[in-house]
T-cell receptor
Framework: DGGITQSPKYLFRKEGQNVTLSCEQNLNHDAMYWYRQDPGQGLRLIYYSQIVNDFQKGDIAEGYSVSREKKESFPLTVTSAQKNPTAFYLC???????????????FGDGTRLSIL | AQSVTQPDIHITVSEGASLELRCNYSYGATPYLFWYVQSPGQGLQLLLKYFSGDTLVQGIKGFEAEFKRSQSSFNLRKPSVHWSDAAEYFCAVALRRNTPLVFGKGTRLSVIA
């Protein structure tokens, strides 16, 4: 079945350490997104990419980095500069729609990151 | 500022009762509108979407939503709630085609017997 795979499901980070969250999709979607979810805050956009080798900052990009070397993959690195990284991270993807309307995003099951 | 507001943080309803979850947006033009549902520890699942046309849209799991331009609202409804509907519900908008979604802060739904 097609879908979005996020790994690992749980991740722990030590102080001063960078960690990378994986997001892979086999939906042949052009666009991919990373969101951060905190209790009572909804989802906030970290980075997004509409095509390979191109990405844009979202509302809370500081302390995060991404790459988009392949259409299927959009890994997120949480750097040591991110002082409050404990959160639930969600990856999503969507088709770049060429007609009228807007294609919905499909979501992975998330990665929960905690600080040791 | 442009925003999506879900006024109710937490709602509790009895099983079999009707449900309405509110969503308001503050964009000048009519955005693309979505409702998603999230079970604990899971990703989000699309319930329904509105782009144009009939202002009452049907979704999965017996949900529907009505777009009201005059009120800048896109409220989600279900005539009879089931215990399995307990989850968090998010309203989301996109202002233009192929742009990221902006999410409300969510409404947590509890269902009691």
């Amino acid at each position: 079945d097609g879908g979005i795979t996020q790994s690992p499901k749980y991740l722990f980070r030590k102080e001063g350490q960078n960690v990378t969250l994986s997001c892979e999709q086999n939906l042949n979607h052009d666009a991919m997104y990373w969101y951060r979810q905190d209790p009572g805050q909804g989802l906030r956009l970290i980075y997004y990419s509409q095509i390979v080798n191109d990405f844009q900052k979202g509302d809370i990009a500081e302390g995060y980095s991404v790459s988009r070397e392949k259409k299927e993959s959009f890994p997120l690195t949480v750097t040591s500069a991110q002082k409050n990284p404990t959160a639930f991270y969600l990856c999503a993807s969507s088709i770049r729609y060429r007609g009228s309307g807007h294609q919905p995003q499909h979501f992975g099951d998330g990665t929960r990151l905690s600080i040791l | 500022a442009q925003s999506v507001t879900q006024p109710d943080i937490h709602i509790t309803v009895s099983e079999g009762a009707s449900l309405e979850l509110r969503c308001n947006y503050s964009y000048g033009a009519t955005p693309y509108l979505f409702w998603y549902v999230q079970s604990p520890g899971q990703g989000l699942q699309l319930l329904l979407k509105y782009f144009s046309g009939d202002t009452l849209v049907q979704g999965i799991k017996g949900f529907e939503a009505e777009f009201k331009r005059s009120q800048s609202s896109f409220n989600l409804r279900k005539p009879s709630v089931h215990w399995s509907d307990a989850a968090e519900y998010f309203c989301a908008v996109a202002l233009r085609r192929n742009t990221p979604l902006v999410f409300g802060k969510g409404t947590r739904l509890s269902v009691i017997a």
